[in-house]
Every structure is written in structure tokens, then in C-alpha cells.
């Protein structure tokens, strides 16, 4: 069972990545700042979503909606940290 847990773990940032290297692909040319997402943020966008499918079919929905935006939530202000540090 964690075998299948993880493989599906795994496919979810696959994915991220893959479509995180994409976008930053097609959107080289941009200036810096003109880019809204790219590898890390799809990464962890995917990573985000597989493991809320992972405690949805573990634990249960409710649980699930719990954690996803318990990370959305922390996401966001993370992301908010580092702009207001940055400027």
C-alpha cells in the first residue's frame, strides 16, 4: 500500500515539474517579474494536490479540505513573506 502511495506521490510532482519546466520554457524570453509561475510553483502546486488526494483516500474528504488549505493558507503567506522581504 505505501508502495502505491508513493508512486502516486511521485507522478504528482512528475507532473508539476514537467509542466513547471514547460511554462518556464515557453516563457524564457519574458523579463524578470513578467513570469507569474514556474517550476517551484507548479512543483508544489502538484505536490499540494497529490497529497490531498493521498489523506482523501487514507483518512477522508474532510480531512483532506483540512490540509489542502492548511498548505494553501501557509503557501500564500510564505510567498507574502518573501515579496515584502525582497522589495
Do not use: C
Not at 19 to 45: C, H, M, N, S, Y
Amino acid at each position: 500500500m505505501s508502495g502505491i502511495l508513493a508512486l502516486s506521490l511521485l507522478s504528482a510532482v512528475a507532473s508539476g515539474l514537467l509542466i513547471g519546466i514547460e511554462r518556464g520554457w515557453k516563457q524564457r524570453a519574458q523579463p524578470d517579474g513578467a513570469r507569474v509561475a514556474g517550476v517551484r510553483t507548479f512543483t508544489l502546486i502538484a505536490t499540494s494536490g497529490g497529497l490531498a488526494a493521498i489523506v482523501a483516500q487514507a483518512v477522508s474528504v474532510a480531512v483532506a479540505v483540512i490540509v489542502t488549505g492548511g498548505l494553501t493558507a501557509g503557501l500564500l503567506a510564505f510567498g507574502t513573506t518573501e515579496r515584502s522581504v525582497a522589495s
